[in-house]
């Protein structure tokens, strides 16, 4: 079988089965021996004791230390899961060592500066594919990104930092330290920081360089939202995990889910040098395996973040509670929308508020992961039960301050993460594509069938954005539409850095004739051997424009739009960074490109990327560069 370099230097690209199961095989393979873990035996860690928060509204800088430590994962096996993070170097929460890092606070409007110090060892906690880093890196690079963050692109934390960009800034080996700032020019809403090291991204983020960072609106701001908990309101139920006997768990909590893998010692495994997604057997929410969180019999708001390499959820609550969705990745969604599960992607979010008033005291619900709804296809099974939630006393003395409709602001042109508008200035086709080898073995996948940046004879990576087809090219400051062409058999969450966008339109076609159409169109192949892609220098450069791909919307591929809704539920309905293109659909998404006005690295032209969020795929290789001009 061909090594994906070796397909890499032939140019063996094009469209096939890549989705198969078998990162939940090799996942199962590495925890053979283990026997099931028991549910609900710790309790659910929330921003305050369990899960530091530094406050960046008054002081706007805070020192982030990088390191390997211990934790506790699951009781079973105590504080001894190795794992890498965050650890805070000052103020209260200084040398406090927690998985997942601490939750940072900022507020709209103010700039703040959050320093990264490398103290990684040399040797990874899990080693890197040598096919898929760049030659001679460090496997310890660290490059921090803000996700969902209007950044200047040499505060990105993206890959092509890899190579070093004109400004100079590079990815940080141990012993080094990255500054970034950012400028805080959007809406609030719950962002996260996470690595971004090319060739290394999945690996250190299933380490554990992962955490929150929640961007607050102004005081007074017409742009909040209203009736609803925020993360300064408290509950009257103790934090477990507090010395203080009057710290309490918060009504605002996030809830970040991931699915890992722990062998016979409680160790994270996982698997090398590379497999297609990566599906673990132990759900984690903030940190801890299968909790349970304690909770009054009232309204609590919970903003569910999706940090798995490649899981699709789909979350339902047993009990009788009623569950209304407010907002998205970005910000709050047109109007307050009930819903009965919360479907997210890795990289999405929701935001929900959950209301217990109707569970007695002293009732255990549990939050599973089921089915996915029809057309979102990912290869595996759900996880089943995640976390437990018991209705604890006391009851409220009175009624529920947050007991009325919440009250959202409305997405338009002049909200702070602007609605992208009616008038975009392009539209431009983006084909999602799967590879094999001539052994119908997965290879990579590609985005309009190119792997990311140029390569050149050797198949070796190139610094260089600005090659002609390479790289969506975008004015700063227009509004433009990109179609994503799922011709793959899976379902993709594709990430825009620096973008935020609105979700338009799905419709349906026959993907399959149209990738053998655009196969021809490119020059043609057989798809048993490996469909012919873009080489280094295609003879016809003209045939991988995007541009001269065939029209979608031909009654050749019986284009239809999906219903109800143009295929857009109304909880999707607002600004968004992640968005799930299903297979055989043309999802539309308007894109609004805005460098923000302070800091540095708002020059053109920018480098940016966009790819998708399954880890796996974003590095070999479903990544494209984005050039902002």
């Known amino acids: 079988?061909?090594?994906?370099?070796?397909?890499?230097?032939?140019?063996?690209?094009?469209?096939?089965?890549?989705?198969?199961?078998?990162?939940?095989?090799?996942?199962?393979?590495?925890?053979?021996?283990?026997?099931?873990?028991?549910?609900?035996?710790?309790?659910?860690?929330?921003?305050?004791?369990?899960?530091?928060?530094?406050?960046?509204?008054?002081?706007?800088?805070?020192?982030?230390n990088l390191k390997p430590f211990q934790v506790e994962v699951h009781p079973r096996f105590g504080p001894t899961t190795n794992v890498w993070g965050y650890e805070p170097s000052d103020g209260p929460?200084?040398?406090?060592?927690?998985?997942?890092?601490?939750?940072?606070?900022?507020?709209?409007?103010?700039?703040?500066?959050?320093?990264?110090?490398?103290?990684?060892?040399?040797?990874?906690?899990?080693?890197?594919?040598?096919?898929?880093v760049p030659p001679g890196a460090d496997d310890s690079r660290i490059n921090t990104h803000l996700h969902g963050g209007r950044?200047?692109?040499?505060?990105?934390?993206?890959?092509?930092?890899?190579?070093?960009?004109?400004?100079?800034?590079?990815?940080?080996?141990?012993?080094?330290?990255?500054?970034?700032?950012?400028?805080?020019?959007?809406?609030?809403?719950?962002?996260?920081?996470?690595?971004?090291?090319?060739?290394?991204?999945?690996?250190?983020?299933?380490?554990?360089?992962?955490?929150?960072?929640?961007?607050t609106?102004?005081?007074?701001?017409?742009?909040?939202?209203?009736?609803?908990?925020?993360?300064?309101?408290?509950?009257?139920?103790?934090?477990?995990?507090?010395?203080?006997?009057?710290?309490k768990i918060p009504l605002h909590i996030p809830l970040v889910i991931q699915d890992k893998t722990l062998d016979t010692d409680g160790q994270l495994v996982y698997p090398f040098p590379w497999v297609p997604e990566f599906f673990g057997d132990t759900c984690l929410v903030n940190g801890r395996a299968f909790p349970y969180l304690r909770v009054q019999p009232r309204r609590y708001r919970f903003t569910f973040l999706?940090?798995?390499?490649?899981?699709?959820?789909?979350?339902?609550?047993?009990?009788?509670?009623?569950?209304?969705?407010?907002?998205?990745e970005l910000g709050p969604i047109d109007s307050p929308v009930s819903v009965s599960n919360i479907l997210i992607a890795p990289a999405e979010r929701a935001d929900v508020i959950v209301d217990f008033s109707k569970m007695p005291i002293g009732a255990r619900l549990r939050l599973a992961d089921r089915r996915l709804p029809k057309g979102v296809v990912s290869p595996t099974k759900p996880l089943g039960n995640c976390m437990e939630f018991r209705v604890v006393g006391p009851a409220l003395d009175g009624p529920d301050p947050f007991a009325g409709r919440p009250v959202l602001p409305g997405w338009d042109t002049d909200s702070p993460t602007p609605?992208?508008?009616?008038?975009?200035?392009?539209?431009?086709?983006?084909?999602?594509?799967?590879?094999?080898?001539?052994?119908?073995?997965?290879?990579m996948a590609v985005v309009n069938g190119t792997p990311f940046m140029e390569r050149d004879a050797n198949g070796e990576m190139t610094n260089d954005a600005t090659a002609p087809y390479s790289t969506e090219q975008v004015p700063n400051g227009s509004t433009v539409d990109w179609l994503y062409l799922n011709l793959t058999a899976d379902s993709h969450p594709f990430h825009t850095h620096l973008a935020h966008f609105e979700v338009m339109e799905r419709w349906t076609f026959d993907a399959e004739t149209y990738l053998v159409d655009l196969e021809t169109h490119r020059g043609g192949g057989n798809r048993a051997d490996g469909v012919a892609p873009r080489p280094p220098e295609p003879t016809h450069p003209e045939l991988w424009d995007p541009a001269t791909y065939p029209d979608p919307f031909s009654q050749a591929y019986e284009p239809t739009l999906k219903q109800p809704n143009d295929g857009v539920p109304p909880e999707e309905k607002g600004p968004k960074d992640t968005v799930i293109a299903n297979p055989g659909e043309i999802t539309r998404i308007r894109l609004k490109f805005d460098l923000p006005t302070t800091g540095?690295?708002?020059?053109?032209?920018?480098?940016?990327?966009?790819?998708?969020?399954?880890?796996?795929?974003?590095?070999?290789?479903?990544?494209r560069p984005l050039l902002i001009t």
């Open 1 to 64: 079988m061909l090594t994906r370099r070796q397909v890499l230097k032939r140019g063996a690209v094009g469209g096939a089965v890549l989705m198969m199961p078998s990162g939940l095989l090799t996942s199962r393979t590495l925890a053979q021996g283990r026997s099931p873990l028991k549910k609900f035996r710790t309790a659910c860690p929330t921003p305050g004791e369990s899960w530091p928060v530094i406050d960046l509204r008054t002081t706007p800088a805070t020192t982030l």
């Open 93 to 132: 929460a200084a040398n406090r060592s927690t998985y997942l890092g601490p939750t940072l606070i900022a507020e709209r409007g103010t700039p703040v500066d959050v320093t990264h110090n490398n103290q990684l060892p040399t040797t990874p906690l899990f080693p890197a594919d040598p096919e898929l």
């Open 151 to 215: 950044i200047g692109d040499t505060e990105d934390g993206n890959p092509f930092d890899a190579y070093g960009d004109a400004s100079g800034q590079q990815e940080v080996p141990p012993g080094g330290s990255q500054t970034m700032t950012y400028a805080n020019e959007q809406g609030g809403t719950l962002l996260w920081y996470h690595d971004h090291a090319l060739g290394i991204t999945r690996t250190n983020v299933y380490a554990g360089l992962a955490g929150g960072y929640l961007l």
């Open 217 to 247: 609106e102004p005081p007074g701001s017409p742009h909040a939202v209203d009736n609803v908990p925020t993360a300064f309101d408290a509950s009257d139920v103790p934090d477990p995990y507090a010395e203080d006997e009057d710290a």
């Open 306 to 328: 999706n940090g798995s390499q490649s899981r699709f959820y789909n979350l339902k609550f047993t009990g009788r509670v009623s569950i209304t969705q407010i907002g998205v």
């Open 419 to 443: 609605r992208p508008g009616n008038n975009p200035s392009t539209t431009s086709k983006v084909t999602l594509e799967e590879v094999v080898d001539a052994a119908d073995e997965p290879v």
């Open 600 to 623: 540095p690295g708002t020059a053109t032209p920018a480098h940016y990327v966009f790819h998708c969020h399954i880890l796996e795929h974003e590095e070999n290789e479903m990544m």
